[in-house]
């Protein structure tokens, strides 16, 4: 099985190159896997996907950091991102949100495509070009989406690999709250390591 391992940063996969001994690149070959850093948000992710996904990959790993909604998941933990939404993709009609699957000019939500089971609690995103910080918007997209969990790049990837028809899985781990920004209270290397051990044991049995 050929993987596409794909993450935003460097940083959130710091481990794992270290793990693997893979040199610091952005586009990284390997016998076991290949590694793509597309940058931050989903513009960047759909030009680097654009650039390197084919259909010789047989699954597109999406590994990363995102913010949780729901307050009783614990700091640092792993999940399955098995659906994911463009959450601000469509127009606004006063008060109300037209998506653009309201609007009929296409699809803002897709879900995991696999037959691979992974031993993680699933979960539902959203995806967001501006990380949401105000008690206003937190609660408006509650009650339009009820997500569990935001990042900046996740319905990019499954939207490429819908496209090409590759199995793909979103694997987050929860650094931070989605709050009014507090540095003081993300643990992002704690989020950064429990990915890492997931993705090197995964990528380990997969190969």
Same mark, same amino acid.
């Given at each position: ?9 460097? &940083? ?25 850093? @597309?940058?931050?948000? %989903? ?21 990363? $950091? ?10 640092? @933990? ?32 897709? +879900? +995991? ?13 959203? +995806? ?20 569990? +969990? ?15 028809? $590759?199995?793909?899985?979103? $694997? ?18 704690? &989020? ?7 993705? $090197?044991?995964?990528?380990?049995? %997969?190969?």
């Amino acid at each position: 099985m050929k993987i596409l391992v794909v993450a935003a940063t460097k &940083a959130e996969l710091s481990f794992f190159y270290q793990h693997f001994n893979l040199p610091e690149e952005d586009f990284v070959e390997n016998k076991k896997f290949d590694l793509l850093i @597309t940058g931050v948000g %989903m513009v960047a992710t759909a030009f680097a996907l654009g650039r390197y996904l084919s259909p010789q990959y047989d699954l597109v790993l999406n590994l990363g $950091i995102a913010g949780a909604f729901d307050r009783s998941i614990p700091l640092g @933990t792993v999940l399955n991102i098995t659906e994911d939404t463009f959450a601000e993709l469509g127009a606004e009609n006063g008060d109300e949100f037209l998506s653009i699957t309201d609007l009929g000019f296409g699809e803002n939500r897709y +879900t +995991t495509k696999t037959q691979i089971k992974v031993a993680l609690a699933p979960a539902k995103g959203i +995806t967001m070009n501006r990380v949401t910080g105000s008690e206003k918007s937190i609660q408006t997209l509650i009650e339009r989406l009820n997500p569990t +969990t935001e990042s900046m790049e996740g319905a990019a990837v499954f939207y490429a690999s819908k496209q090409l028809n $590759i199995d793909c899985l979103q $694997i987050r781990s929860i650094s931070n709250y989605v709050e009014r920004r507090n540095k003081d209270n993300w643990k992002i290397g704690l &989020a950064i390591k429990n990915l890492n051990d997931w993705a $090197i044991a995964f990528v380990g049995e %997969m190969n």
